[in-house]
């Protein structure tokens, strides 16, 4: 959404952009529609010039944070988008400048997980928490298949280093 924004491409914006961004992207379109000229020649210079990058900050089921980072021919632009659901696509609700105070939201402690298995299944079972691995860095899911006609598995949450 960024990277469209920033290349003046107002349609291509919108389509990821809902609520607060959206919003700001209408004013985008509007402000640049009362200067149509200089508008259409900062597209015509930022439509191959402008480069953006993304780092995911965090993640939810239904919502996610991401720092963009854009080059652009006026300089760099780092923002935080925070992002939802929508459909089968993310899209952006809010767009602010990275001032550099946003910390992720803490993960909590770890906890027991209580799987119901169907006959046959298979289990996404935290790394680290199978007894011959032991997992570092951010949660990943590994599939474990089931050896046991149990149907309910409790998986022990990795240990946490503080």
């Given at each position: ?35 149509p ?15 953006s ?19 652009t ?10 992002l939802?659901?929508d ?12 001032d ?7 993960r ?46 409790t ?5 946490v280093?503080?």
């Amino acid at each position: 959404m960024q990277q469209r924004l920033l290349q003046f491409d107002y349609t291509g914006a919108l389509e990821l952009a809902k609520g607060d961004a959206a919003r700001d992207v209408e004013k985008a379109k509007s402000d640049c529609s009362a200067k149509p000229q200089e508008c259409a020649m900062q597209r015509k210079q930022h439509e191959k010039t402008v480069e953006s990058s993304a780092a995911l900050l965090e993640r939810m089921p239904t919502g996610a944070t991401a720092r963009v980072t854009s080059v652009t021919p006026g300089g760099k632009q780092v923002s935080i988008l925070k992002l939802e659901r929508d459909g089968g696509i993310w899209k952006v609700v809010s767009r602010m400048p990275d001032d550099g105070s946003f910390k992720p939201a803490p993960r909590g402690e770890p906890q027991n997980v209580t799987l119901t298995l169907p006959p046959g299944g298979s289990a996404a079972v935290p790394i680290g928490s199978a007894p011959h691995g032991a997992g570092s860095g951010a949660p990943s899911m590994r599939l474990v298949p089931r050896t046991a006609p149990t149907t309910p598995a409790t998986v022990p949450a990795p240990a946490v280093s503080k």
